[in-house]
């Protein structure tokens, strides 16, 4: 018959197992890269340029211009993922939701001020 042990017995026994120097697999290596690398920080950098192009007046990060460029490059992102991952259907589905969301916006641009949608859509590269 096995021995019976007790608690404090089974916890030490379990501690002895436990490697104090492991170091981190390449998996886990491989995730801390540099923010730079991963492309954490460029996205904001990105972000503050397009604001700072399209705004209409300093401080304007709300109006349909702004809002529209930003989705562009969101669109852009998108695609360029998509054509790397062709079978991500997920990301395919919100690329779709982007699409249209700013189409709504730039229909309103258009009903609102014909002017500065023409000048908006030439400026992003969009027909019509």
């Known amino acids: 018959m096995p021995k019976a042990t007790t608690k404090a017995q089974k916890k030490k026994s379990v501690s002895k197992t436990v490697k104090t120097d ?7 290596r491989k995730t801390k890269a ?3 690398a991963t492309g954490t920080i460029a996205p904001s950098i990105e972000k503050q340029e397009i604001i700072a192009k399209f705004q209409v007046k300093q401080g304007d990060t709300g109006s349909p211009e702004v809002q529209a ?8 992102k ?6 790397v991952n ?3 259907n997920h990301s395919r589905r919100g690329l779709l939701g982007i699409v249209s969301k700013r189409r709504r916006l730039l229909n309103y641009l258009g009903k ?10 030439q400026k992003l590269g969009l027909a019509k």
């Open 22 to 28: 492991v170091t981190p697999k390449k998996a886990v």
């Open 34 to 36: 540099t923010p730079l």
């Open 69 to 76: 460029a930003l989705l562009t490059g969101r669109i852009h």
């Open 78 to 83: 998108l695609v360029q993922h998509l054509k």
């Open 86 to 88: 062709p079978s991500d």
């Open 112 to 121: 609102k001020d014909r002017k500065r949608y023409q000048e908006i859509s």
